[in-house]
């Protein structure tokens, strides 16, 4: 589950394109080691404040997510000493490689991609996201069209299963350790094929090319009025964080960690215009709180790191 940077450099290499590097990779390590990176100064700017650049996973239109998190970016300007910028990427890969080759200051990373850059680059969790009942959590759904007779994962023995990107604690690690924990070999598929997102996995099952997916609670949610009904919810699983580079200085994490803890959940009503996964606010995160992944990763001897999340 290495990653192999010079393999990274080639896969990034278009949307490196978007914003010129603000930093060389120092490497990674203890975070008190780290060289402190001031923000990029852009002094064409009216106001010469700081740029400080987020990065986020988005697999619709590039138009409607900057209009759905452009609303977040205006709050944060309000209340910190920084302008913002986000970029957006379709692919875990690329959001890991924004963070990694300091395009950006900011990530918000799924839990398997936090804990990589975690280890390899020392990004370090600020906050993470709520749900719309208030909590930190997310869930992996099993998905499939309403006119199957799937009803449990003992049931996709011989049939096609859809994962998310390799990457994706909640479309790919999660499910492939859920079967195995429920007897299921890989082997005893007909097939199982990983695609970009959770929106491609969706609409792939719904299209009849696999007979199941697996998807975050978000996605089935939201695919749920259109054909597809879910038949396996996985237990509580922590929000992936945003992350920031292990080269910030501590003042501006403070700034934008304790902005983005302001965020009242119960005015979530009221931002209606914000994406789904920044609107009900924000509470404080840790590495510990991600222990629960970390141990699937590693478990043993189950051989989750390769069954679970190998290059298959």
Request: with cysteine; hydrophobic share 35%.
């Amino acid at each position: 589950m290495t990653y192999l940077r010079s393999s990274l450099i080639l896969l990034l290499a278009p949307a490196m394109l978007v914003l010129p590097v603000t930093g060389c990779h120092q490497g990674s390590g203890n975070r008190e080691k780290a060289s402190p990176a001031e923000p990029e100064q852009n002094t064409s700017s009216l106001d010469g404040r700081p740029l400080i650049k987020l990065s986020f996973m988005e697999p619709i239109d590039s138009v409607l997510s900057t209009k759905a998190h452009q609303p977040l970016l205006d709050y944060l300007t309000a209340q910190t000493p920084f302008r913002y910028r986000a970029l957006f990427s379709s692919e875990s890969e690329r959001n890991v490689g924004f963070l990694e080759e300091r395009l950006v200051e900011i990530s918000h990373l799924g839990v398997v991609s936090y804990l990589e850059v975690h280890d390899q680059f020392g990004a370090v969790p600020i906050v993470k996201p709520l749900n719309r009942d208030g909590e930190p959590i997310s869930r992996s759904v099993l998905i499939t069209r309403e006119d199957t007779d799937i009803g449990t994962l003992t049931d996709l023995r011989g049939r096609s299963l859809a994962l998310g990107s390799f990457h994706s604690t909640l479309s790919n690690l999660v499910p492939r350790y859920e079967l195995i924990q429920a007897g299921v070999d890989p082997k005893d598929l007909e097939s199982m094929e990983r695609l970009a997102n959770d929106d491609e996995v969706a609409k792939a099952v719904l299209a009849g090319r696999f007979d199941a997916g697996a998807v975050e609670d978000m996605v089935a949610e939201r695919y749920s009025q259109k054909g597809l009904r879910a038949f396996h919810v996985s237990g509580p699983i922590p929000k992936g964080p945003l992350a920031i580079r292990d080269d910030l200085p501590r003042r501006v994490e403070s700034a934008i960690r304790d902005a983005l803890l302001k965020l009242n959940p119960k005015g979530a009503e009221s931002r209606q215009d914000w994406a789904e996964e920044i609107r009900y606010g924000f509470q404080p995160a840790v590495d510990s709180d991600y222990e629960p992944i970390r141990k699937i990763l590693k478990t043993a001897p189950t051989g989750c790191r390769e069954s679970c999340h190998g290059s298959s």
